[in-house]
């Protein structure tokens, strides 16, 4: 057999316990620091609560992989295999938390291949491109600024007609998201989510919607 191949089989040398539990540690502060990167550059809707958790634990399950894999390719392939039925229950819907996976388990694979010099740096690079391309909150202008409208009226063709004909003057994007009835009946309370054009006002847009026959109130919240 050559000596390649039997070398495969054969079981690595075992880590001394000082240098795992190093390893280990370090994995753990190297994957919180994954977290509290991926946590700064993203915005609050768009961070899944157990998210950053994934990613410190993910670092370490990954550099306790590395420590298991050694140097044995036999072993590697076998982990392989029982990795794969593995599968995650929320799915990533955004590639960049996508790219955060594979960030946590390229640091969790460095550390536990006792290359942290690796770790830190691709560390810092990533964080800093992660801080240059960070989400950018879509209220941070004038001109994003997304409200949400509530009018009670009492109905017809015409009164939403000219509701809508007042919003384009002083909005965009204008969305419905609700209809429901009130008073038994005898009112109907309409819902849209606006974004306001720069110059337009909260005053102007309530006090045109109040003259629109029909019109019983109007309110107007800021999207959070």
């Known amino acids: 057999m050559p000596d390649w191949l039997q070398h495969t089989f054969d079981d690595p ?17 190297f994957g919180m620091g994954v977290a509290g990167i991926y946590r700064g550059t993203r915005g609050a809707s768009n961070i899944t609560a157990t998210f ?18 050694g140097d044995n390719v036999a072993r590697a392939f076998s982990l392989v295999g029982a990795l794969s039925i593995v599968r995650f229950r929320t799915v990533v819907q955004d590639t960049i938390d ?17 290359q942290p010099t690796v770790a830190v740096v691709g560390m810092a690079t990533v964080g800093i491109a992660a801080v240059l391309l960070r989400d950018r909150p879509a209220g941070a202008t004038p001109a994003h600024r997304d409200m949400l409208l509530l009018i009670r009226l009492g109905w017809s063709p015409e009164t939403e007609s000219l509701i809508l004909s007042t919003l384009s003057k002083h909005a965009t994007d204008v969305e419905p998201l609700s209809a429901s009835t009130v008073r038994h009946g005898a009112a109907m309370e309409l819902s849209f989510r606006v974004r306001l054009l720069p110059a337009a006002t909260l005053t102007q847009l309530v006090s045109d919607l109040n003259r629109v026959e029909s019109v019983q109130s109007v309110e107007l919240r800021r999207q959070s």
């Open 98 to 114: 996508t790219a955060f996976v594979i960030f946590a388990v390229a640091v969790g694979m460095a550390i536990g291949a006792g």
């Open 13 to 29: 040398a075992p880590i001394a316990w000082d240098v795992l539990l190093i390893r280990l540690a370090l994995s753990l502060v």
């Open 52 to 69: 950053p958790a994934t990613l410190v634990l993910l670092a370490v399950l990954i550099a306790m992989v590395t420590q298991v894999i």
